[in-house]
């Protein structure tokens, strides 16, 4: 069983910027494939970010490209989304996710979840 952690969420202005972290309970953190998912008022939640275990692929939503960097640090099981240049649209409960396959299932569907973060931009 993998156990996320998400912190780092809260208000900011637009065009403000705000890293989230993921900590996760597992020393096997670094054979996970890990992502960022987000949910915005009213809405499913979407894909965002994700990386490979090594940490040398990385993969964006088209709307956060360019402004989000996901990034971990297997020494320490932490993941991290710097987000830069926020909009009121990135607001949402923002969400960690792990899993041990192939990347392709860590951006679609990832079997461990933390329990979210939220983050509101104001405009």
């Known amino acids: 069983q993998v156990q996320l952690v998400e912190s780092g969420g809260g208000l900011v202005e637009a065009g403000g910027s705000k890293r989230l972290s993921c900590s996760a309970s597992?020393?096997?953190?670094?054979?996970?494939?890990m992502a960022w998912f987000r949910q915005p008022p009213g809405q499913a939640r979407e894909f965002v970010a994700a990386?490979?275990?090594?940490?040398?692929?990385?993969y964006y939503a088209d709307s956060v490209k360019g402004r989000f960097t996901i990034s971990r640090d297997n020494a320490k099981g932490i993941m991290y989304l710097q987000m830069n240049g926020l909009k009121p649209e990135d607001t949402a409960i923002y969400y960690c996710?792990?899993?041990?396959?192939?990347?392709?299932?860590?951006?679609?569907?990832?079997?461990?979840w933390g329990q979210g973060t939220q983050v509101t931009v104001s405009s």
């Open positions: 597992r020393r096997t953190f670094s054979r996970y494939g």
């Open positions: 996710a792990a899993d041990s396959g192939t990347i392709a299932v860590v951006r679609s569907t990832p079997y461990f």
């Open positions: 990386i490979s275990w090594e940490g040398n692929g990385t």
